[in-house]
Structures are given as C-alpha cells and as structure tokens.
Antibody
Framework: QVQLVESGGGVVQPGRSLRLSCAGSGFTFSKAGFHWVRQAPGKGLEWVAVIWYDGSRKHYADSVKGRFTISRDDLKNTVYLQMNSVRGEDTAVYYC????????WGQGTLVTVSS | QSALTQPPSASGTPGQTVTISCSGITSNIGSNTVNWYQQFPGAAPKVLVYTDNQRPSGVPDRFFGSRSGTSASLAISGLQSEDEADYYCVAWDDSLNGWVFGGGTKLTVL
C-alpha cells in the first residue's frame, strides 16, 4: 500500500527558510517521480515543483522559481522541498505526490508564513 | 487565473447526470492526458479518473472521464448526496514543463 507522509510544516516568518520532507513507502521509490502541490486556505490546487524519477530533471512554477528547491534521497525514500525567502503568499497546505500509473497523494503539511 | 478553465460551480438533484468541463490549450490537454480529482473539505485530493477515462479500483462507474481536442469533461451519473465535493482537472503542460490545474468546481447536490 502506497503511503506518503509529509512533515516539516509550521509557522515561519517572512524571508526565512523551511524544509519540507515527504517519506514514501509501499512502492519502488527510485522509480517514481514526485511533485509538490500546494493549496492556499480556501483556494484551489497549485502545482509547485517536480523531480524526475532519476533526479535528472527538475521544474518549478514561476511563483517559486529561484526560491524553492526540490530534491530527493532514494536511500532514505524521501523527497524534500527547500523553501527559502518565504512570503505570505506561500501560506498553504503542501502535498507530496508520487507519479505512476495512478498518482498517490500524501495528506499534506501546513505552512503558515507570518510574523 | 488557472491554466485550465473549469466552471466554479455545478449542481444537480439526486439521480441526475452532471457534467463538469475542463478547457485547455494545445500544450496541455491538446497533447497530454487528463486526471480528475475529488476533494472533500479538510482532506487530500483523491484520484477519481486518470489517463482521461480510467477509474482506480473502488471508484464507481458513475464517474466517467473523456477528452477531445483541448477539452476534457467529467460526467457524474446517478448523482448522490455524497458526491458533493470539489472537483479538479489537471494535465501536464509541455510549454511550462509542469502540471496545470483547473480552478476547481464545487458540486452541490440539491
């Protein structure tokens, strides 16, 4: 059974950094690509970033490009989202998604950017 | 403004069929398959339809997805009160090199 567990969310001040983690189990982690998707309070889903199964390609939404970095550690079965220079508009629930024939979503972790 | 266009709301009475549209362009829906997600308040999105028209195990065949040209749609037949939720379409965009989502459709069962 595929399971994705996000962690690392919390309250962070504007301009500071935060790192989100997504631990996967129940599937061949090294063969999956991963996305981060976020949802601001009361809003729709917004794609944030993607990393290829082999880490060879990474792409970002314009809204986070240059500030966020996606990475993976296949030895730890974990995907990361390093969030730097956070802004109020980054406040959202962040979901980790593993791609496959059928995509699998985690339960999300809430990031609140506030002074 | 979302890259894919969905109606913000839809409604129907129990037993009716409701269709939710999702409009894109050549670089996304015109070139790639579409997934549909169902989301209840406070919960993570759930895959309802993948690869245009495939249903994961456990999803009733009342949910039917289709894609043609640069548009896709989700039809829900035999509407039930438990279908009241938010529905999102998503597709890969070859120009943006990322996923593009629809703005979401809030389905109300009257």
């Amino acid at each position: 059974q595929v399971q994705l567990v996000e962690s690392g969310g919390g309250v962070v001040q504007p301009g500071r950094s935060l790192r989100l983690s997504c631990a996967g189990s129940g599937f061949t982690f090294s063969k999956a690509g991963f996305h981060w998707v976020r949802q601001a309070p009361g809003k729709g889903l917004e794609w944030v970033a993607v990393i290829w199964y082999d880490g060879s390609r990474k792409h970002y939404a314009d809204s986070v490009k240059g500030r966020f970095t996606i990475s993976r550690d296949d030895l730890k079965n974990t995907v990361y989202l390093q969030m730097n220079s956070v802004r109020g508009e980054d406040t959202a629930v962040y979901y980790c998604v593993a791609t496959g024939t059928i995509d699998s979503w985690g339960q999300g972790t809430l990031v609140t950017v506030s002074s | 403004q979302s890259a894919l266009t969905q109606p913000p709301s839809a409604s129907g009475t129990p037993g009716q069929t409701v269709t939710i549209s999702c409009s894109g362009i050549t670089s996304n829906i015109g070139s790639n398959t579409v997934n549909w997600y169902q989301q209840f308040p406070g919960a993570a999105p759930k895959v309802l339809v993948y690869t245009d028209n495939q249903r994961p195990s456990g999803v009733p065949d009342r949910f039917f997805g289709s894609r043609s040209g640069t548009s896709a749609s989700l039809a829900i037949s035999g509407l039930q009160s438990e279908d009241e939720a938010d529905y999102y379409c998503v597709a890969w965009d070859d120009s943006l090199n990322g996923w593009v989502f629809g703005g979401g459709t809030k389905l109300t069962v009257l």
